[in-house]
């Protein structure tokens, strides 16, 4: 099992840049692909970004391809977020998850462990 917090979520201007980062307890983080959500209000928990395991493998929602960077340290036991060019339609509250599946899924309901989230606000 394993356990997930993130921090790094804020007010923020349009155009600006945030990093999210989600840090994770228990022994077997490295063996988990990690996915980052988003959950606007009124609105279904979309999916954002994943990596594998190993780092080799990463998936973007097309609204964010080109902003946002994920990324993984195994000996940290951490995933980040970097987002960049931020737009008023990146406001939501910002979930981390973990899938014990080795592929990257993009849907909800395939992964097993979340976090309880992080609120991104973006001002025109």
């Known amino acids: 099992q394993v356990q997930l917090v993130e921090s790094g979520g804020g007010l923020v201007q349009a155009g600006d840049s945030l990093r999210l980062s989600c840090i994770a307890s228990?022994?077997?983080?490295?063996?988990?692909?990690m996915g980052w959500f988003r959950q606007a209000p009124g609105k279904e928990r979309d999916f954002v970004a994943g990596?594998?395991?190993?780092?080799?493998?990463?998936r973007y929602a097309d609204s964010v391809k080109g902003r946002f960077t994920v990324s993984r340290d195994n000996a940290k036991n951490t995933v980040d977020l970097q987002m960049n060019n931020l737009k008023p339609e990146d406001t939501a509250i910002y979930y981390c998850?973990?899938?014990?599946?080795?592929?990257?899924?993009?849907?909800?309901?395939?992964?097993?462990?979340w976090g309880q989230g992080t609120q991104v606000q973006v001002t025109v």
């Open positions: 990596i594998s395991w190993s780092g080799r493998s990463t």
């Open positions: 998850a973990a899938d014990e599946a080795t592929a990257v899924f993009t849907t909800r309901t395939a992964y097993d462990y």
């Open positions: 228990g022994r077997t983080f490295s063996t988990y692909t």
